[in-house]
Every structure is written in structure tokens, then in C-alpha cells.
């Protein structure tokens, strides 16, 4: 097994899973919370989706973030149903800690608990939901299709399970970008798969399944499936909070798939990244930021 070089600092890892698909929860901290501000807006979108979908929002009194990270979207579910106590659920008190101060931060503090568990056993005890919201969490769960029914076994009737995953790529520079062989952005993609691949195969009890939400939300029972897609549109010129973001994407990137990039592509990332080249993510003029996350819903039946 190679990875000698990104060994972790602790182990906090979960399943025991070993190799370079391993991920560190608590050193991603940073990085995760940026991508949740930066795709606020989405979200956002997303969140008012949610709330037509349920029809009086007043009725909303359990709202539940599961694998929340750092809690953007579960803070975003307390503004959005200000009747709502919101549950952000995840594996990492680090990160949870960052969910309780930034609901502290927005004032809604009173209204959102955490907890900290291991998914999906850890919510058993956990009660129901009217609304339940996991974002890109359950591709990290050996067994998709069987998280996606012990979710859905905590909603009240009539309330909703909405799953974040999937969509597009994320696009932040023209095709040819003036610096290496134009396309990087479709040859990093193609690597980021098959690192994603490895990384599922590495979960403990890991059940391959076809992607295909809307058939485990059906598969759980639920009805009324819609899935929608909310685009992010950030065009040129970024706001720096926006390329910091970019930058840790790319360092991430580096980090994790540059090994199976040519020599071409792997100089390429290191210029982006450097914060001293006027051709480097933070300094260009060109650097947008287009994203596309879909949201699968499916509602359990009101009696
Ligand atoms: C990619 S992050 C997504 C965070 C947030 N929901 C978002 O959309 O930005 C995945 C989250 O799932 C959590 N997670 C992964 N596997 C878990 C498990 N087995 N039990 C509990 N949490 C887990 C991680 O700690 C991390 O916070």
C-alpha cells in the first residue's frame, strides 16, 4: 500500500477502511465548511424547495441534517423553518462543534442540537423528523441503498427525505486556460472517479449498488419522488472567500489524485495553486465557479 506520503495525523477513521481513499474528517474541516458557504446560495434554493414540498412550514418541527459536517445547511434549515428544532448529525465532534458555533453565529443557536454518531446505527434513539436532509454523506456508507431505509424509517407521515447527491462537476476555469495541455478540468474529473471508486471499495461492508436514488428512495417505501437540480453561478470575478475555496480544492486535489495526472497536468495544478503566479487561482481573472448539486426526494405516505 503506498500513501506513505499523506500519512494521517490521527486516527479518527472510521470501518478501519486503509489506503489513500482513507479521509480525515477533522483535517477536511476547513475545507468542507468553505464548500458549504460557497454553495450556500444552492442550498438555500434547495431548503425553499423543501419547504413548498411540505406546505405549512409552521408544521415543520423537526428538521434533521444527517452527516451535516459543519452544519451550513443544518444552520440554513433553522433560518428557513424558524419553527423547526434542527438535528445536525455526524461522526466527527469537530465538525459538529463548528455547526454549533456558526448556529450561535446566526442566532438560532436555541434551536439546533448535534449529535454525534456513526451512521446509519447511531440514529436509532434519534426519534422522527418532518424533514431529514443528507448532502453527499451517504456515499460515504457501505450499504447506500440500506441507509437510505433506516432514514426513511424516522420520518413522520407526509414528511420528507431529501438526498443530496449527485449532479455535475464543478467548473472554475475556461477549457484552455493558457497554461498546459487545454481540458484539464475533464482529465481531473476522470481521476476524481476513480478515486471515488477506490474510496467506496474501501468501506467496511460495502454493498455496490447502481446509483439511482430516486429507486432507493422508492425502495424504502417512499412516494411522491422528485429529484431537482440547483445550479451555482458564480461568474467572473470571484470573491476572495471564492478562489480561497478553489485554491483548497486544488490543493486537495493535488494531494489525493495528481499521482495518476502526467508530469504535463501535475505542473499545471502546481501553478494554479501558487499563490505568488499571476496565473494561479487566486490571482487570475478568468476564475468562475459553475456547480450543479441535485436533491432526491421521496415522502413517506401521511396516514
Ligand atoms: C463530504 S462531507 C458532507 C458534509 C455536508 N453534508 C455537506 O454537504 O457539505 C461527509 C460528512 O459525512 C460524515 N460521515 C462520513 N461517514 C460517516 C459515518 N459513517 N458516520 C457518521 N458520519 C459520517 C463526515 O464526517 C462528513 O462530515
Known sequence: MSGHHHHHHHDTHRGGGSGHADIDWAVMASLIEANGEVHAPATEQAAHWLRERLGDASEVHDVWDVGSGPGVAAGLFAQVFPSAAVLAVDGEQALLERARARAARLGVGD??????????????????????????????????????????????????????????????????????????????????????????????????????????????????????????????????????????????????????????DRATLDRLVDPDDKDGILLRSDAFLLSAQTVHTGRRAAV
Open 111 to 264: 434551536r439546533l442540537r448535534t449529535l454525534t454518531a456513526d451512521l446509519p446505527d447511531g440514529l436509532v434513539d434519534a426519534g422522527a423528523a418532518d424533514l431529514i436532509w443528507s448532502s453527499k454523506a451517504l456515499h460515504h456508507l457501505g450499504d447506500q441503498t440500506g441507509a437510505v431505509a433506516r432514514l426513511a424509517d424516522h420520518l413522520r407521515p407526509g414528511g420528507l427525505l431529501a438526498v443530496a447527491e449527485g449532479g455535475l462537476p464543478a467548473r472554475c476555469l475556461p477549457r484552455d486556460f493558457g497554461i498546459g495541455r487545454p481540458g484539464l478540468q475533464a482529465r481531473l474529473d476522470a481521476v476524481v472517479e476513480d478515486w471515488f471508486t477506490e474510496m467506496r471499495a474501501a468501506l467496511p461492508d460495502v454493498r455496490t449498488t447502481v446509483e439511482d436514488w430516486p429507486a432507493m428512495l422508492a425502495a424504502a417505501g417512499l412516494t411522491d419522488l422528485r429529484s431537482r437540480t440547483f445550479l451555482l453561478d458564480l461568474p467572473a470575478p470571484l470573491s476572495a472567500a471564492a478562489r480561497d475555496y478553489l485554491r483548497a480544492q486544488l490543493v486537495r486535489l493535488r494531494e489525493t489524485v495528481a499521482e495518476n495526472l502526467d508530469a504535463e
